[in-house]
């Protein structure tokens, strides 16, 4: 039995797709193994002006659901210019910071479980905690995808940027972040990953 701390970059109810059907097994399993668990869920809302947060209990689970507004008009822009991912541009900010910090501090996990590279961007380097990093996707497939198929020429250069953020992002984040074991969905992922970046602890 331990305490689990799930970081998700997207509210994984209704599980409509295969992202959120993934993490809610995995958090089903934690249940079946008698864990105490948190599950903190965090996405961006267009129609925000302001952070929303929002925490309770279904009565085994303990829930913290953080809406934050999507960048807009000047940042958008200037998002584009920055060395940093959406991601953290989005959910680095000292509010969500201090939000996660102390839901961390109170719950006080054996281990935090972020699912995803884009969840990592929502966790502060600060925390000292175990951190267990689940890899969904070959993040460079993705921005690829969307270069390609994309006919705009800004939404080009766009995606290229954020392929090449993301990638020094993922290059970097084993240095930064507490990360004491990378657990891969697919076979394809792991020896990507391991060839690409270099992973030092594997599962």
Known sequence: MSKVIFI????IHPSNNGYKKSVNGRIEESKIDNDEVMVI???NDGALDKNRIKEYSDGIIKNVNIEVPKLKGLNIVKSIFSIKTREEILYGTYEIGSVINRLITEFNPDYIQVEGYWALGIL??????????????VMKN???SDIKSNS???QKINSLNKLLRTFAFESKNIKEYNISEVIYLTNDDKK????????????
């Open 142 to 144: 993705l921005y690829l």
């Open 41 to 43: 869920q965090v996405r």
């Open 124 to 137: 502060p380097k600060s925390i000292n905690k175990p951190v267990r990093l689940v890899v969904h996707d």
């Open 152 to 154: 705009s020429y800004f």
């Open 192 to 203: 990507w990953y391991l060839k690409k970046l270099n992973h030092i602890k594997i599962h």
């Open 8 to 11: 998700t970059w997207d509210f």
